[in-house]
């Protein structure tokens, strides 16, 4: 949310963490994904499909109210989870 002054502050939906637990896999593919690594290097370091990936990124967006992969990461590290 930006500020009629132009200031940033976050949304209560970037301070909270997701209400499902994560798993350590969600974890890494966040982890990878703020470290700009490829979909298809996350697949073929989990040893999955990019399909996989692709859903697991979707579903952590969702979770997050993230609605690029970008804010994903941003609301990750907010959260503290990366």
């Known amino acids: 949310m930006i500020h009629r002054d132009g200031r940033y502050a976050p949304d209560a939906a970037e301070l909270s963490p997701p209400s499902d637990a994560l798993s350590d896999k ?5 982890q990878l994904l703020a470290t700009n690594v ?3 290097e996350i ?5 999955c499909s990019t399909v ?3 859903r697991q990124v979707e579903r952590l967006r969702s979770s997050y ?4 992969t970008l804010q994903l990461v941003v609301r990750a590290v907010r959260t503290g989870v990366i």
């Open 38 to 40: 490829p979909r298809r």
């Open 65 to 68: 109210s993230a609605r690029t």
């Open 52 to 54: 996989t990936v692709d």
């Open 26 to 30: 969600d974890v890494l593919v966040l």
């Open 43 to 47: 697949a073929r370091r989990l040893g």
